[in-house]
């Protein structure tokens, strides 16, 4: 087979055939950082810095995917939140939007032309799109309605909303999603390919089925038949065999999966209907020789590569600052070995 | 389990306040303190162990351990109240303003009989140490949810110093979950992942150290 493009590799995959080779998707943004040079605030200032780190980090490991996502934190703040900032993670959302006495009516959603932080991802989303053109997909990243009021109200106040609340919960959707949809949208309009849907709560680890069936799955199908381009949903290393189904109903081309899924029933699960994107350990990957590298991802490939639909990734979305570089060297090393199709056999550890 | 231990987990798990009160009651009104210990303690054990399988949700655990925190609260004390000078566990969340593990530890902890001191969240490792170590908590436990959070664990650690009496340092949270190491790699004394790990951990190191 002759050798795809970047985009073709992740458009065959993601139609459930085999392309060249599994497709690579390493989020290495906040390693923009290091690479060149900088502070992570003094970083994220600037579109042009994540734009240049993200294309040599691109180049470096070969990776099929471009991320135009700065951080989680960034829709936060753009609702009036204050991110606080560290020296070698991603920035973190302070205190809830909302004290906990405040009423949901008092949440004002961002304007997305006077919001400066979410100005400069779409001012990088389209620099790297004049960058590339057609060859690299870019991913944007949007947090669902449904996951979001994590940082809105606080984790217990929005378990007590979700289960004590639902007329309370009804009116936050009815804010959430619109908001949610204008983001994704200003993402694909300004050059994404597609639409990361950032859905924690959707792991049956964080909220029982039954209970997202009623809720975050209903607040998907609402806010996808608002967003004009595809879109693939990430559980940011929760579980997901239980949910596979309501997601592929959702109308989402993949399913982010965690460490503690066994993807090789994933696999059988999704068969046809959802692209896998994981499941490599990116916190275990801090102590990772190359040659456990190598054995992860003959493994996760050796699970989940046959027949396309695979996209390697870490389970979380994000690779932590600390992995050492020749451990992500030797992980894109490893897929051009052990990821050309057709695949070698490869024994399958425990 | 007997019936009624049955009953009160399904009534938990469904959020049926009025049934969970009931069955308290019911066990209160036999006069035996240790029949709504028999009831609240295993439960939540149950539930906790359930969630760690990967069969319960967390939002299932919050909740159960809320609602057992109002009942006890509402229908008075069901422990002896402990001594005066009985030891005191510390627990906090470190940088995150997440509260939701924290919450489950101090009800877990609560249902087991144990006093307890809430540190807040979104506290500075020497912050936390240095309460810690004022206020000579034999016990400090501590949540995180993020892994940058939990790496800084490290400097927690080493704030509260070397000294023999200095407090026993317990992790948990989402990035020790996902990476068995991280807990040796910030120098933790032990690492759990549910309420019920939180009180067994308690009972071991407070024996531990009474016996040195």
Redesign the interface.
């Known amino acids: 087979m002759r050798p795809l493009s970047h985009a073709e590799r992740v458009f065959t995959a993601l139609s459930h055939r085999e392309p060249d080779r599994v497709p690579l998707a390493l989020n290495l943004v906040l390693r923009g950082a290091r690479e060149l040079g900088m502070g992570i605030r003094e970083y994220f200032q600037r579109p042009e810095n994540i734009v240049e780190a993200q294309l040599r980090l691109q180049a470096r490991h070969d990776s099929d995917v471009l991320f135009g996502f700065f951080h989680a934190a960034l829709e936060y703040e753009a609702w009036g939140g204050e991110v606080v900032f560290a020296e070698d993670g991603p920035p973190n959302s302070g205190l809830p939007l909302l004290p906990r006495s405040a009423p949901l009516s008092s949440l004002r959603p961002p304007h997305i032309p006077a919001s400066q932080g979410l100005r400069k991802v779409l001012e990088a989303t389209a620099a790297m799109k004049a960058r590339v053109g057609e060859t690299l997909p870019i991913l944007g990243v949007a947090l669902s309605p449904f996951s979001f009021p994590v940082m809105q109200l606080g984790f217990d106040r929005y378990l007590e909303l979700l289960l004590e609340d639902r007329e309370g919960f009804r009116r936050l959707m009815d804010m959430n999603i619109p908001a949610c949809q204008a983001w994704a949208n200003a993402q694909l309009a300004a050059g994404a390919s597609a639409i990361v849907y950032f859905d924690p709560l959707a792991s049956p680890d964080l909220v029982p089925r039954e209970l997202y069936r009623a809720t975050g799955y209903e607040t998907a199908l609402r806010t996808f038949a608002g967003i004009q381009g595809p879109t693939v949903t990430l559980l940011a290393s929760g579980r997901s065999l239980a949910v596979l189904d309501d997601l592929a109903a959702t109308g989402t081309l993949g399913v982010g999966v965690g460490v503690h899924d066994d993807l090789g029933r994933v696999k059988a699960a999704c068969q046809g209907r959802l692209t896998i994107i994981g499941n490599l350990n990116g916190l275990a990957m801090v102590g990772w020789t190359p040659q456990e590298a190598e054995r992860q991802v003959r493994d996760a490939i050796a699970r989940a590569g046959a027949g396309g639909g695979f996209i390697l990734c870490d389970a979380h979305g994000e690779i932590p600052w600390d992995v050492p570089d020749d451990t992500l060297l030797a992980v894109a090393e490893a897929v051009r070995t052990w990821g050309r199709y057709p695949l070698a056999e490869s024994p399958v550890h425990a | 389990m007997d019936s009624a231990q049955v009953q009160f987990e399904r009534a938990l798990l469904s959020?049926d306040r009025i049934h969970c009160r009931s069955l308290l009651e019911e066990a209160l009104a036999q006069g035996d303190l240790g029949g709504v210990e028999a009831l609240v303690g295993p439960a939540l054990n149950r539930i906790g162990d359930r969630?760690e399988a990967?069969e319960?949700?967390?939002?299932?655990v919050?909740?159960a351990g809320?609602i057992c925190e109002d009942l006890l609260s509402e229908l008075g004390p069901v422990h002896p109240a402990p001594a005066a000078g009985s030891p005191v566990i510390g627990v906090g969340t470190l940088?995150?303003?997440?509260?939701?593990g924290k919450?489950i530890v101090l009800a877990s902890l609560k249902a087991g009989g144990f006093r307890v001191l809430d540190y807040g969240q979104?506290l500075e490792p020497r912050e936390l140490a240095q309460a810690a170590l004022r206020d000579q908590v034999p016990i400090l436990m501590v949540s995180v949810l993020?892994?940058?959070?939990a790496?800084r664990v490290r400097e927690l650690r080493d704030a509260l110093g070397e000294g023999p009496d200095r407090p026993r340092l317990v992790v948990g949270g989402?990035?020790f979950r996902?990476?068995?190491?991280?807990a040796g790699?910030v120098k933790a004394d032990a690492v759990g992942h549910t309420g019920l790990d939180a009180v067994h951990i308690a009972q071991r190191i407070l024996e531990e150290t009474c016996a040195l």
């Open positions: 959020m969630w990967g319960l949700a967390l939002t299932q919050y909740m809320r940088l995150d303003q997440h509260q939701l919450r979104g993020m892994a940058a959070s790496r989402a990035p996902l990476d068995p190491a991280l790699a």
